[in-house]
């Protein structure tokens, strides 16, 4: 009865029964109430029994902790007698003792904010430090299960005895420091809390970085504390909230002018939930008197009969909701607060109307959070978990820095001499860290030589001196490759991966054949057939009609090849008298004109638009020739050119982008090189440079990009490798377009590659069309002139050789307006040829029978033949 809580327990059940009855003045049966100390367990079950056997109680209120509840509580299940107390250890049930009403919320309840704010900021380890008794062991295996839901994992678990050392509790926070886990849960009563938080600030643990979580029953009775708001600075703590109104200001105000007046010396004693609940609990209490003041039976016992009417019941009393279900009162809304200066700041509530946490009560702002100051008075959200190297404070980071500044390059301070790191793979790392879930310090240490002005060897060096515990990891510009997995581990690559050829570019307008470019190979091949087949088909028709279509062979091969191509500059002038032919030229034109145009534009494109070929388009040209090619110094590119058969004398090594550009200007010839064989992303800043002049060329040979490197076996490489995708989905871009932006000067100037010739693919439409109509024009001829000369092919006395001849003598002889021969069977049914004369048209100045005309030609033919 002498301490804090038990002076303002007191207090609140005394005013809770003035008030109640002065509410309800027509009540009958009034409270009395009996109180006893209970500062130890035993005292607990001593002043129980007592009250039980001797003054015959109908119910008690008390004890406060969980231990000496216990003893109470078995003694109230014995007598028959409730037990009214706030003990909220998950050990004791009301569900398991019938007698047992508990007036606060089980403590288990409270790990649903925990965990819900643990998730919230994505820590993925914590620390449970808790007191030794029922009060902190009962919630170990539940907090473990609600971490393990939320794929949190508890590291570690510290218990304090009450009796240890100031010493010893400042070694096992010592050793809580060289861990990797930065946020504990403290789950102890106000004094051991006392003495645990003064030697965590003693031990730097309250510095920028660590993160401290209270539970209710401290987070509750801060009061109690020594110098709580010194200690605790950026603390955030769990407790009930209890929803301000007028009623519960009246009573505080009234609550601390009763309690200045019985205890005038106490200045340290505050209003606090459990003194609020309590008062609540009298109100119910006499509320349930009430009600069995109305009962019938008056001969059964207080107990069992008070008994069903206090484990359900609910009123609005100051602390809100006061529900009681079966014996326990029922969680509604708890307050998220922040330990800040000489208070505390409500920074969010949990409820299990919205099963989640908020900076409001209500739906709408589900998932957020007020600021939050942090320990150390950082409003940086702490990464939950630092990476100790080695015992040393601070990860060795090894770095290659050669003339690539875009990628990697190191500026020294004159003065001070201090080194910062710049360039892209630098700011990628640094992405890197900042995605990581807890805190990683680390430093640049230059691969250099003792002069500190070159590398102190190439990329593998570095590689093997991070494999022998030269560093801790190595950043950069690292290519991953397989011989190096052997020796370290590598996070997933963050850049483009594979290897090819920068060479010069020349101008295709200047070369002696452009005017055959527009038109590829395949094209020129088909147009010049159907140059051929087309002038074959208007000879074929216009042959026995068109006097210009015959003569002697020489002219007549003339006259078809003329035609034909005559058409490309519709050059032709002969005159054309058959319908078919005509239609076959017409066509024909047509196509010509298609052919053209295109032809015309794809000239003229070629022609005002800069074409870039590149000088080489094979690495093995370069190699035959015995050329010069260039590589990065220090790369793994040697050695893959060595392999590809280059010699010693054909390799030149080179460090910065200028460099590669001089070699290239100069060429093998003059002692440069006609080649760089090198990775893609430094080709296409290279690229990006010098935009007129050099192209990329030949296959790429893959390789797997960049990657950070670290010993093999570090845990460190899969949490690095989870950050290298979150950064290159997010922040990726920006990072590479800081730093390989494209000069402005070059992406206007930027000339087009080279156009690529027009091919048959695109005009197998009008081909289609040209073949169509020719040889269409071609059968109708065929089929028209074999009818007209039926009489020979019906002849079943000749051979078809014989037929053949004089059907090709009579086609290739006689004109359409001349007779023609016939093969007829005799009599005697030996072979005989009669001609069946037609009248010789007088305008053409000579008559069938003449010598030398195209019949009796052919009849000569003909009879040798039958001789």
């Known amino acids: 009865m002498n301490s804090s809580v038990g002076k303002m327990s007191s207090t609140c059940i005394s005013m809770a029964i003035r008030d109640f009855y002065k509410k309800h003045d027509n009540y009958t049966n009034i409270i009395k109430p009996y109180f006893r100390n209970s500062s130890d367990n035993v005292q607990a079950a001593s002043a ?139 789950h102890a009563l106000p004094q051991v809390a006392s003495r645990l938080f003064e030697m965590v600030t003693e031990a730097g643990m309250m510095d920028e970085g660590y993160v401290w979580i209270i539970t209710e029953g401290l987070a509750t009775n801060l009061q109690y504390l020594d110098d709580e708001n010194e200690l605790m600075q950026g603390v955030i703590g769990i407790k009930s909230y209890i929803p301000n109104s007028g009623a519960l200001n009246d009573f505080r105000k009234r609550w601390k002018r009763e309690f200045h007046s019985l205890y005038p010396d106490d200045d340290l004693t505050t209003l606090d939930m459990s003194g609020i609940r309590v008062y609540d609990t009298v109100f119910g209490l006499g509320l349930a008197l009430e009600n069995i003041a109305k009962q019938k039976n008056r001969d059964k016992k207080m107990g069992p009969r008070l008994l069903p009417l206090i484990r359900n019941f609910r009123l609005d009393g100051l602390s809100g909701e006061f529900n009681v279900v079966n014996g326990q009162l029922h969680p509604s809304v708890y307050e998220i607060v922040n330990i800040i200066g000489n208070g505390e700041k409500t920074i969010g509530f949990w409820s299990t109307e919205i099963d989640g946490i908020s900076n409001k009560l209500d739906n709408v702002t589900k998932g957020t959070l007020k600021p939050v100051t942090w320990p150390g008075d950082s409003h940086v959200i702490p990464k939950g978990w630092e990476m100790p190297v080695s015992n040393k404070n601070m990860l060795r980071v090894g770095v290659r820095v050669g003339g690539f500044d875009q990628f990697i390059d190191a500026n020294i301070d004159p003065e001070t001499g201090q080194v910062t790191m710049t360039g892209f793979c630098v700011d990628v790392f640094n992405a890197v860290i900042d995605e990581l879930p807890y805190a990683l310090k680390y430093e640049f240490v230059r691969f250099v030589s003792s002069d500190g002005k070159r590398p102190a060897g190439s990329f593998d060096e570095l590689v093997l001196n991070l494999s022998i515990g030269g560093y801790d990891a190595v950043a950069g510009d690292i290519t991953i490759l397989a011989d190096r997995s052997d020796k370290v581990s590598f996070t997933l690559p963050y850049t483009e991966a594979g290897v090819s050829l920068v060479v010069p570019i020349k101008d295709e307008r200047k070369s002696t054949w452009i005017f055959m470019k527009p038109l590829e190979k395949d094209l020129w091949i088909t147009t010049g057939a159907f140059f051929i087949y087309t002038g074959l088909v208007v000879w074929v028709i216009e042959h026995r009609v068109n006097e210009e279509f015959r003569g002697p062979p020489r002219k007549q091969l003339g006259m078809l090849l003329w035609y034909s191509f005559s058409t490309v500059v519709y050059a032709h002038r002969e005159k054309l008298i058959s319908n078919l032919s005509r239609f076959v030229v017409i066509v024909w034109v047509f196509v010509m004109l298609v052919l053209t145009s295109s032809y015309t534009a794809s000239l003229s494109s070629m022609l005002t638009v800069q074409q870039l070929q590149p000088r080489y388009t094979d690495i093995n040209e370069i190699k035959i020739n015995g050329e010069s090619i260039g590589y990065q110094d220090g790369s793994f590119v040697r050695e893959m050119l060595k392999d590809m058969g280059f010699n010693d004398t054909q390799l030149k090594n080179y460090s910065t982008f200028d460099q590669y550009h001089d070699a290239l200007q100069l060429g093998s010839q003059k002692g440069g090189v006609s080649a760089i064989m090198e990775e893609l992303p430094y080709i296409r800043v290279f690229l990006a440079k010098h935009c007129n002049m050099y192209t990329m060329t030949g296959p790429i040979h893959k390789t797997a990009g960049f990657g950070f490197a670290f010993p093999i076996g570090s845990p460190l490489v899969h949490d690095l490798s989870r950050a290298v995708l979150q950064v290159t989905e997010k922040q990726m871009m920006n990072i590479t377009n800081h730093w390989f932006r494209e000069d402005a000067k070059c992406d206007q100037q930027k000339p087009q590659m080279s156009i690529e010739g027009l091919g048959h693919d695109s005009f197998k439409g009008v081909f289609l069309l040209a073949g169509l109509s020719s040889t269409s024009a071609l059968l109708i001829f065929f089929f028209r002139f074999l009818y007209q000369n039926r009489e020979m092919l019906v002849s079943q006395d000749h051979s078809v050789s014989q037929k053949i001849v004089v059907i090709a003598k009579t086609f290739d002889v006689f004109r359409d307006d001349e007779s023609k021969p016939s093969v007829e069977s005799n009599t005697n049914n030996s072979p005989a040829i009669s001609v069946f004369h037609q009248e010789a048209r007088v305008d053409e100045g000579f008559s069938s029978t003449q010598p030398g005309s195209p019949v009796l030609d052919t009849i000569q033919v003909v009879e040798t033949i039958s001789n």
């Not at 009301?94 to 007698?99: D, E, G, L, T």
């Not at 009403?101 to 919230?120: G, N, Y």
């Not at 994992?153 to 420091?177: C, G, H, M, N």
Request: hydrophobic share 45%.
């Open 48 to 186: 129980a029994l007592d009250l039980i056997k001797n003054v015959q109680v109908a119910a008690i209120i008390g004890p406060m902790t969980s231990s000496q509840a216990d003893f109470v509580i078995e003694l109230g299940n014995k007598e028959k007698v409730p037990v009214i107390s706030q003990a909220a250890s998950p050990s004791l049930s009301p569900n398991n003792n019938r007698y047992f009403i508990r007036s606060a919320h089980d403590s288990t309840l409270q790990l649903k904010p925990i965990t819900e704010l643990i998730k919230h900021f994505g820590w993925s380890e914590v620390v449970f430090v808790f007191e030794h008794g029922q009060y902190g062991r009962g919630l170990v295996p539940y907090l473990s299960d609600a971490m393990m839901n939320i794929g949190t994992k508890v590291t570690s678990q510290i218990v304090i005895y009450p009796s240890v050392s100031d010493d010893w509790i400042l070694a096992e926070l010592y050793r809580l420091k060289t861990m990797q886990t930065r946020v504990f849960v403290v």
